[in-house]
């Protein structure tokens, strides 16, 4: 991978001064945005003051991970930092302070003005794409997602969000003025790196259907499937005891929706004390959902990748992959064969509680960029 265009770097969670090895890693740049995916076993208060301090001419922008990626594979308990060089990329950041609270028009009147402000200073760079960050427990993405497509139009939009390891207890996304929960920042690009959004999927939906009975759509928890409490039926659904349902069911036995002629995951983050189900993105009375197969997730993610080296290697691929993914790796013994297919393709990114592809918010998928030097001609998506 070239970083010219490019930089990443990786430094320990535990490391006592991690922006001065990023920076190092990093290398010189200059760098108009400077990504930063951080553990939640990091200070991040200081990794970003210290990051604000040492890139003085870069939007800094970020949030807490589930796991990072770094350009040897899978890695926990570390921080990541991706450079987009100045010579080749103009960024501009704004932050979203409440998700509770805001309102679609302005955003779409404030996404408009950065991009429009973009396109008067930097119109030499062709090729404009938009990268969010939301609070992966704020349970807003979808809405969010769907505020934000009015203004973005055909400009490509790839998201993920902020984890907390296995936790589920707070995660924060940032810019370089502040830390915050219940919040999302989107960065607005203009680069001379033609690029190519992508989504990758494993799975696989079945016959097997149920009815969404009894829902709190606004908090994503089910109460009742097919009329029976949510965990029982679900269990008995996958030939499972209830008791027996963990973080890794939900991983090889996801649920999905069909949308038009397409399924989406609506996957389950954990069972509540009483029995409801909660999941990591919409869901409501009345829904469809199909108990979905995972495919050779091994074997998927090696086709894909591959895929995205034609016509030209990437000079970097940016992803954001959904826990469920690694933790369905770990508990298969895969992590390893997984993390050299990511380190052969020089994936970079984070471990997500939920991706963002354009309009849509989901889950158990990979999502992200992949930037290719300039002057090449590429398709615009592979899924």
Request: contains cysteine; aromatic residues 6%.
């Amino acid at each position: 991978m070239d970083h010219h265009f490019v930089a990443r770097a990786l430094v320990s969670a535990h490391e006592n001064y991690p922006i001065k090895h990023l920076a190092a890693g990093l290398g010189s740049g200059p760098f108009s945005l400077v990504l930063l995916f951080v553990s939640p076993e990091a200070n991040v208060a200081a990794v970003v003051s210290e990051g604000v301090k040492t890139w003085p001419g870069a939007k800094i922008v970020g949030c807490t991970t589930a796991g990072e990626i770094s350009e040897a594979g899978y890695e926990e308990e570390s921080i990541v930092a991706v450079g987009f060089n100045a010579n080749h990329f103009a960024a501009e950041t704004f932050l979203i302070p409440d998700l509770s609270k805001f309102v679609t028009n302005t955003l779409s009147d404030k996404l408009l003005h950065i991009r429009q402000t973009l396109a008067r200073g930097h119109g030499h760079l062709a090729e404009e794409f938009a990268l969010l960050f939301v609070d992966g427990l704020s349970a807003r993405e979808d809405e969010l997602a769907s505020a934000l497509a009015a203004a973005t139009g055909a400009m490509p939009l790839i998201g993920g969000s902020a984890g907390d390891g296995i936790h589920f207890r707070e995660t924060l996304v940032f810019d370089g003025e502040r830390i915050l929960a219940n919040a999302a920042v989107i960065s607005i690009v203009r680069g001379d790196c033609p690029l190519r959004p992508f989504k990758m999927d494993h799975i696989k939906p079945t016959e097997r259907r149920m009815v969404v009975t009894e829902a709190d759509p606004a908090a994503r928890i089910v109460r009742c499937i097919n009329g029976e409490p949510a965990v029982r039926e679900y269990a008995r659904l996958i030939g499972m005891e209830p008791e027996s349902v963990n973080t890794l069911t939900f991983a090889i036995h996801p649920l999905t929706v069909r949308m038009g002629d397409r399924h989406h995951v609506r996957a389950i983050q954990r069972v509540l004390p009483s029995g409801e189900l909660l999941f990591f993105s919409a869901i409501d009375e009345g829904m469809v959902l199909s108990i979905a197969e995972p495919n050779d997730l091994v074997g998927h993610l090696s086709t894909e990748l591959q895929a995205l080296k034609a016509p030209a290697n990437p000079v970097a691929v940016l992803a954001f992959d959904c826990i469920l993914r690694r933790v369905e790796a770990r508990e298969r013994q895969m992590t390893g064969r997984v993390s050299e297919l990511l380190r052969q393709h020089g994936v970079i990114g984070f471990s997500t509680y939920g991706e963002q592809i354009g309009p849509m918010h989901v889950n158990h998928t990979m999502t992200g960029f992949a930037f290719y030097p300039p002057g090449t001609v590429v398709s615009e998506t592979v899924s």
